[in-house]
């Protein structure tokens, strides 16, 4: 079994910064890629940010340049630092694992960002 645990959204001004923890445990592959995906209300789920355990990342057009993804990989934990944060970025965000073919879900993080 894989498991992902989330932390360190919350609610934050425009302009702010939150940064997203996520540690994942269980079964994992030592090669794997964790990303961070959000569902705005009434939308659907999109990609924020995904990076490999090689550092190759991938970023959302709409954060580019405010977002920034790392991870431990001894440690299985991904980060998601968000700068200049918007209120159009308030959403529940999901932490994500592929591993070995299959995607794992974290519970969710609710990111509120207010004008």
């Known amino acids: 079994q894989v498991q992902l645990v989330e932390s360190g959204g919350g609610l934050v001004q425009a302009g702010g910064s939150l940064r997203l923890s996520c540690a994942a445990s269980g079964s994992i592959f030592s090669v794997n890629t964790m990303g961070w995906y959000r569902q705005p209300p009434g939308k659907e789920r999109e990609l924020v940010a995904s990076?490999?355990?090689?550092?190759?990342?991938n970023f959302a057009d709409s954060v580019k340049g405010r977002f920034t993804i790392s991870r431990d990989n001894a440690k299985n934990t991904a980060f998601l630092q968000m700068n200049s944060l918007r209120p159009v970025d308030t959403a529940v965000y999901y932490c994500?694992?592929?591993?070995?073919?299959?995607?794992?879900w974290g519970q969710g993080t609710q990111v509120t960002v207010s004008s």
């Open positions: 990076i490999h355990t090689g550092g190759i990342s």
């Open positions: 994500a694992l592929d591993n070995l073919g299959r995607r794992y």
